[in-house]
């Protein structure tokens, strides 16, 4: 009889198991939006232009005179990577993506021919 208890109880709790165990799929709904707006962020961490690299800042002002300035600095194609950014109150013009500050420091001095008032920026 106690044979028989036991039997029926190791039965019994392995049908349990089996009645309450969970199986399943698990489905994610994510919005479109959400995957364009991780790859634009990526593309602006990407081209952040003072992530771990020197530039050289020539100017430091207002809008128009800004916008002026690096319409010259594109038509005469004089320097490479050339960024116009907004900090507040200012808008300000860099130039370059440099490595080192040995490379930046030789750009600094051509540059300084120019724009007597340009200085180099530290990475971040």
Do not use: C, H, W
């Amino acid at each position: 009889m106690k044979l028989l208890k036991t039997f029926f109880l190791f039965y019994f709790s392995l049908n349990l198991t089996n009645t309450f165990s969970q199986e399943g799929n698990i489905k994610l709904n994510q919005d479109p939006k959400l995957t364009e707006l991780m790859k634009l962020k990526k593309e602006v961490n990407i081209e952040t232009f003072t992530s771990g690299q020197y530039t050289i800042q020539i100017f430091n002002g207002k809008y128009n005179e800004g916008s002026e300035l690096m319409d010259k600095l594109i038509s005469e194609k004089k320097f490479e990577d050339v960024f116009f950014s907004f900090e507040t109150p200012y808008y300000k013009i860099r130039i370059g993506k440099y490595v080192s500050k040995m490379e930046a420091i030789k750009k600094l001095k051509i540059i300084k021919k120019t724009f007597p008032s340009a200085f180099i920026l530290k990475p971040n």
